[in-house]
């Protein structure tokens, strides 16, 4: 089965959750038009709690309607644009200032811990422990805390991240392409901005996979699909120059 999944979502609290919603569905269509599954993973930062409230309730977009499978880290949104998976997940900055994410579960880790100590609480919760890049996070003494875990990592428990704030012309960062070459699971995905209207940016970057699926445990299913190291693929597009540079204004 096809998966198409943005594996970097943000649902911060002055999005046009509708509107984001329905981006995403006409971004992922775009880009594989053959999916059968279209996902969000969420990255959720500390103090925000969307999905929960999703599950509960307590929020809602218009015009979609949200039902929670049995798997208690999944939901699914669907309406008139398509139907789209939304898998909990959390984003996590560590006393060395490295952003980590815990994909697949709605785990709750503090920030301020050692990489060490989250990555461990991450492993520990069944959360798929992802390092993201992004610009000059990963330079000096922060870059050295992933050689190294390139270097005695060798179960590959971890996952790394690229997204399309990275233009296409610019050339994959050194430890991407050591963290590729060394077999470790590479995501896509579009991080949207803490900033009005980047919520359309959703589903623009994303990674594509052809493996098992269990539509009543979607997010079981999506941490058995990169346990099992399937590669995935890029798909959708990458920021211009132009669009780069104006986002991170």
């Known amino acids: 089965m096809q998966i198409a999944a943005d594996t970097h979502v943000h649902l911060y609290p002055f999005y046009d959750l509708s509107a984001q919603l329905t981006a995403a569905v006409a971004n992922l269509r775009r880009a594989a038009p053959a999916a059968e599954i279209l996902a969000l993973c969420l990255t959720e930062r500390s103090g925000q709690a969307a999905f929960s409230s999703l599950r509960e309730g307590a929020l809602s977009a218009a015009g979609w309607t949200l039902s929670a499978p049995d798997d208690p880290d999944a939901l699914i949104a669907t309406s008139k644009h398509g139907s789209l998976t939304l898998i909990a997940g959390r984003q996590i900055v560590t006393a060395e200032r490295l952003e980590v994410l815990a994909l697949g579960r709605d785990l709750r880790v503090p920030d301020g811990l050692s990489l060490d100590e989250t990555l461990g609480r991450i492993e520990k919760g069944d959360a798929i422990a992802t390092l993201p890049w992004g610009f000059g996070k990963w330079l000096g003494r922060r870059g050295a805390l992933i050689q190294n875990l390139l270097d005695t990592d060798t179960s590959h428990r971890l996952v790394f991240a690229d997204t399309c704030l990275r233009p296409a012309w610019v050339p994959t960062p050194q430890l991407l392409r050591k963290a590729q070459a060394r077999g470790f699971p590479i995501l ?62």
């Open 188 to 249: 896509y995905g579009s991080d949207p901005l803490p900033r009005l209207g980047e919520e359309l940016i959703t589903g623009r970057l994303a990674t594509l996979w052809d493996a098992p699926w269990k539509n009543s445990h979607p997010a079981a299913a999506w941490r058995q699909i990169l346990r099992d190291t399937s590669p995935g693929q890029s798909i959708g597009r990458r920021c211009s120059v132009w669009e780069a540079l104006k986002r991170l204004r």
